[in-house]
């Protein structure tokens, strides 16, 4: 297979499917997230199995063991019409004729973890993993349309953080926002964030 420029990373990684026998040849990976960690062990082959996600790995060109972050893709969809009409605005802003009833193409960041070896040491795994996305999939030989980048981020100062700082908004403004849309009984913890890049920004 061949892995043209766009594929590598600037801490010299390569992106390949993440395989069975991709992950019984690398070290163990730990992104110091047990329920990732226990998904990117098992899960991630069922799901390639079943088609429900895709996964892929970064891993180091000068040491193939170390897998640097691992994502998992899927297709997905935003429909404009069962959303709030503040969060309808706010995803429509920069749509050209946005109609109510559209159906947004999107992808999903499903899964993500960068390894806590190579996390806090400047080289800023995470963000150039989503630069590669957002270029991936503006790409003009993509198989289908794909507007917007979604992903259901941990409620968490620094995940939000980092997804913000990478671009993407909630797609409901507020927490009380996102409470009310998902029905959350009173002292229920909104555990994510819907989150969403537009991919036709710059
Ligand atoms: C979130 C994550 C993918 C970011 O990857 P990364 O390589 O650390 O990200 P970058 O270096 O590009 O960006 C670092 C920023 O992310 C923030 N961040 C979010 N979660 C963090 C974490 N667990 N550890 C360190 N930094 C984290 C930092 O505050 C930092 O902000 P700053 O640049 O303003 O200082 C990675 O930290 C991770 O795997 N965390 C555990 C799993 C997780 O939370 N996944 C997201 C699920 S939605």
């Given at each position: 297979?061949n892995?043209?420029?766009?594929?590598?990373?600037?801490h010299?990684a390569?992106?390949?499917?993440?395989?069975?026998?991709?992950?019984?040849?690398c070290?163990p990976?730990?992104c110091?997230?047990?329920?990732?960690?226990?998904?990117?062990?098992?899960?991630?082959?069922?799901?390639?199995?079943e088609?429900?996600?895709?996964?892929?790995?970064?891993?180091n060109t000068?040491?193939?063991s170390?897998?640097?972050?691992?994502?998992?893709?899927?297709?997905?969809s935003?429909?404009?019409q069962?959303?709030?009409?503040?969060?309808?605005?706010?995803?429509?802003?920069?749509?050209?004729?946005?109609?109510?009833?559209?159906?947004?193409?999107?992808?999903?960041?499903?899964?993500?973890?960068?390894?806590c070896?190579y996390?806090?040491k400047g080289?800023?795994?995470?963000?150039?993993?989503l630069?590669?996305?957002?270029?991936?999939f503006?790409?003009f030989?993509?198989?289908t349309?794909c507007r917007?980048?979604?992903?259901?981020?941990?409620?968490?100062?620094?995940?939000?953080?980092?997804?913000?700082k990478n671009?993407?908004?909630?797609?409901?403004?507020t927490?009380?926002?996102e409470r009310?849309?998902l029905?959350?009984?009173?002292?229920?913890?909104?555990?994510?964030r819907?989150?969403?890049?537009d991919?036709?920004?710059?």
């Amino acid at each position: 297979m061949n892995y043209n420029h766009s594929f590598i990373l600037e801490h010299n990684a390569v992106m390949r499917p993440y395989t069975a026998d991709v992950a019984a040849y690398c070290s163990p990976f730990s992104c110091e997230d047990n329920d990732l960690d226990e998904f990117f062990s098992k899960d991630a082959f069922l799901y390639e199995n079943e088609l429900l996600g895709k996964t892929y790995a970064w891993i180091n060109t000068a040491d193939p063991s170390k897998i640097l972050g691992l994502v998992t893709l899927a297709n997905d969809s935003v429909k404009a019409q069962f959303i709030a009409n503040s969060a309808r605005n706010r995803l429509q802003r920069s749509v050209t004729n946005a109609k109510r009833g559209m159906n947004y193409p999107a992808v999903l960041i499903g899964r993500l973890g960068v390894s806590c070896e190579y996390r806090g040491k400047g080289f800023n795994i995470g963000s150039q993993i989503l630069d590669f996305l957002k270029g991936w999939f503006r790409s003009f030989d993509n198989k289908t349309g794909c507007r917007f980048i979604v992903v259901d981020a941990y409620n968490n100062k620094k995940t939000m953080h980092f997804y913000e700082k990478n671009g993407f908004k909630p797609l409901y403004k507020t927490e009380q926002e996102e409470r009310e849309f998902l029905e959350l009984k009173d002292g229920e913890p909104l555990e994510t964030r819907f989150m969403f890049f537009d991919l036709k920004l710059k």
